[in-house]
């Protein structure tokens, strides 16, 4: 159990992301979890409304891949959970203690950004609702999510999943140091 328990080394995982693309182009398939979407709303019947939905048929088996990232994260939560929680650094706790976030204590998100009880404050509410649709918009614009490009596409030698690559890292470092600390501030 304390194997499994354990973070897997980076060349471990490294080396089964490898095999796992490896054996996605062999069969001819490419991963990404923004395509479940179009999947999912191509089976509800928004095929019969624009012809961008019509192809869900050849993308059913990526269904399976959410469906398994779901299990997985239940399973390892819920029965691979060692107790030492998420460990984060001083520097960050301190930096979100001075915009008035709690720190994690050893979970993924602060309840008082992503808990059922910021759900009451208005500006909560407008961060979620701005953060989705700029993410929904910007996977379509981007042609794909950070993990098909991050994964499928540079594994594949994609410049545009390249460029989409790039343009994550850099909207991330515009979103810590300049617009989270305009919102929080």
Not at 3 to 29: C, E, H, R, T
Not at 71 to 78: C, E, N, P
Not at 127 to 136: F, N, R, S, T
Request: hydrophobic residues 50%; glycine residues 14%.
């Amino acid at each position: 159990m304390e194997i499994i328990q354990a973070p897997f080394p980076w060349y471990l995982s490294g080396f089964l992301i490898g095999l796992v693309m490896l054996i996605l182009v062999y069969w001819g398939k490419t991963f990404g979890m923004s395509t479940n979407l179009k999947t999912v709303c191509g089976m509800l019947g928004a095929d019969k409304i624009s012809s961008f939905f019509s192809d869900w048929q050849s993308q059913k088996w990526n269904l399976l891949v959410a469906l398994g990232t779901v299990l997985g994260g239940y399973v390892a939560a819920h029965f691979l959970d060692n107790g030492t929680g998420i460990q984060i650094s001083q520097s960050t706790i301190d930096l979100l203690q001075t915009y008035g976030i709690e720190a994690p204590n050893g979970q993924y998100i602060p309840n008082s950004v992503f808990g059922l009880e910021a759900l009451s404050n208005v500006k909560t509410i407008l961060l979620l609702l701005v953060g989705g649709i700029l993410i929904g918009f910007g996977t379509r614009y981007a042609g794909g999510c950070t993990s098909g490009h991050a994964i499928t596409g540079l594994s594949n030698f994609q410049l545009p999943s390249l460029i989409a690559v790039i343009g994550f890292f850099i909207g991330g470092l515009i979103m810590t140091h300049v617009l989270f600390p305009f919102i929080f501030g």
